[in-house]
């Protein structure tokens, strides 16, 4: 969760407009067409700009059509700003864009389209604020908050926060954003999940959604404690996957939801074989993700994200073994790969520690030295204790001090790992983190070799 706010009184005006700079401007979605939707913003008070928050590229300036030709929506030193082409200002502006899916660099796309014409809308890509430059919230300790308004298509109906709408519906949105359904897929609801499943999901996929998922929650909730709410699942098929694409995915969390995006051409081909060992795999890295986020107590470190990415990895490694989900070999080939990448990625930063990876856009880093760095805190934890703690109660000790008000950063996590027997393994995890490897592969291999994780043997 990220949370912006003025630190000078001065800084909430934006210049030549009464408007607070900042504030989050109301969003109407509804339909343009069969193949397009339309966002329409207002502003509280007339405004010279809007931003539009969570730019990872400047995708939206090529794909978004303004209603009214006196608009313009440019992407500038990393900003999607709106405005009118003379200057003056303005309360409200909408745009016009397809309901396709797009891969975005680190974020999740507007729309994720299902076979039957149904569509997942993720808010986030849609949040706005008046002025140029960051969105504010009130106050220091308070979450931005907008309120959205959602029209389903004629005969469709709507999903927004775990209920069902037949027409429009409005309700308040805040930071991280959420995911609506429109459509018309029932939802299947068991004890531990509501699901919206695209009618073309591969066979193999679809049971292991309602099966494995339920069993990862328990496991879960047995070493975290409960979630707040039942969490819904989304799991669409694309109907319009672009040529080349192969076996592609995109899955994610947000608060109480899992959801998951095929968008490869290859998948209506038969996608059993392909999914035995990735789809269990990504349930129980998603599944820990939600269980870190209830308890999270601040914001995430982009710099530290090896803790969260690397964390829901190495929790899944240890939840498909427990539940005998994938085969031992599965879980090898995972650290075997990476090792590799995790190796190759810290030698690409030119002489810069993981930390630094975020800066050099190489997120990838997080999740497979994450990975290692936490399968070695693990390894050392159970031989501290004679196999009586593991990862997951390094874990369980880092979330409560969390919520006890401990900053969710590196040092808390490795304190923790520290308490419970995992000294060196937490000083490997550091030097990675922190330190310049002269050679990434052999210090890992070493270090993990070390904490007692059985890796593969390098290739020749």
Known sequence: MLKRYAVLLSSFFA????????????????????????????????????????????????????????????????????????GAAFRKAGFVMKARYVSLPKDYAPFSPFTDGGLLIYSGRFHACAGVGDCIAPSPDAALEWRVSVRPPKGARSIVHGKLHKGKTSFVDNDSGTNIYVGRTKPVESSHVIGVIDEAFPADARD???????????LFTKKFGPLDAKPMLFASLDPYPPEGSGFNSQGGTLPNQIFIHLYGEKWAEGAGEKLKGRLP?????????????????????????????GGADALAALAVTDLEAVTPDYVQARIGEALGVCASGLKKLSGKPLN??????????????????????????????????NLYDVWALFLDRVLSGAEWEQEVFLGAASGLGATSAADFARAIANEPLADPAAFLRAGLEKAGVATPKPKD
Not at 42 to 67: K, N, Q
Not at 208 to 218: N, Q
């Open 208 to 218: 292991a959604l309602m099966t494995l998922l339920p069993k990862l929650l328990d």
């Open 15 to 86: 210049a030549g407009s009464s408007a607070l700079a900042g504030a989050p401007a109301a969003i109407d979605l509804s339909p343009a067409s069969s193949e397009e939707w339309r966002v329409v913003y207002t502003a509280a008070e007339p405004v010279e700009a809007m931003s539009l928050w969570r730019v990872p590229d400047g995708s939206r300036a090529v794909s978004w059509t303004p209603d009214d030709a006196a608009f313009e929506l440019v992407h500038e030193d990393g900003s999607d700003i709106i405005r009118r082409k003379d």
């Open 356 to 389: 630094a990876s975020a800066e050099q856009g190489a997120f990838e880093n997080y999740y497979a030295c994450g990975l290692l760095m936490q399968l070695a805190i693990d390894a050392e934890t159970k031989s501290a204790s004679a196999g009586e703690k």
């Open 281 to 309: 795999w990504f349930f129980a890295h998603e599944a820990a993700h939600l269980f870190q986020r209830t308890r999270e107590g601040g914001d995430w470190n982009m710099d530290q994200s090896w803790i969260h990415e």
